[in-house]
């Protein structure tokens, strides 16, 4: 897997780097050759901020923490996708490579890691089902829409581009415009 490093408001350091690739080494062998992890670090007054993203043919996992320290916010984020991976293993199996969900899985429960309730695993069920409008509007209306009935994300038909997009709100107030890549 190939590690990209994004660094804001510091120096990562070798030894930081080798623990991080160390860490995701774990999940080589769910991943392809091809996929690819982005590491971004953010410190910000007394916040350490780790945010792990892997990308592997278009299937997106993702893990942010933060902490007092770096090194705790990596292993606070390998533990989130540890779980995201066992959490949706049914759904994974089909994308990720064959038999080695299993193997990590077992590897996982071994060393105690597994702390999961069958209140986590179980089935999604869906609780309650929208409509939207259908009637084409602007990116601004869109949010204006999403504030209006206080949600943090308004999915909506984009009148200029004609295509189904979301905005949402991002965590740190701003917010983010979601469009379907064509492929």
């Known amino acids: 897997m190939l590690v990209n490093y994004i660094a804001k408001k510091v120096n990562l350091k070798d030894n930081f780097k080798d623990m991080v690739q160390k860490k995701l080494a774990k999940f080589d062998r769910l991943f392809s050759d091809s996929a690819t992890a982005t590491v971004k670090a953010t410190v910000e007054k007394n916040r350490q901020t780790v945010e792990i993203t892997i990308n592997d043919n278009g299937m997106i996992y993702r893990s942010e923490n933060t902490t007092a320290e770096m090194n705790e916010a990596v292993d606070k984020c390998i533990a989130i996708l540890g779980r995201q991976i066992r959490k949706n293993k049914t759904k994974l199996e089909r994308r990720l490579r064959e038999g080695s969900l299993d193997e990590f899985i077992a590897s996982e429960t071994e060393s105690g890691l597994d702390t999961e309730t069958d209140e986590e695993i179980a089935e999604y069920d869906v609780y309650r089902t929208k409509t ?24 909506f038909n984009n009148a200029e581009t004609s295509q189904i997009n979301v905005v949402y709100k991002r965590a740190d107030g701003r917010y983010g415009l979601l469009v379907p890549e064509d492929n």
């Open 132 to 155: 939207i409008p259908s009637k084409p509007m602007l990116v601004d209306e869109a949010i204006l829409r999403m504030n209006m009935i206080d949600h943090q994300f308004f999915m």
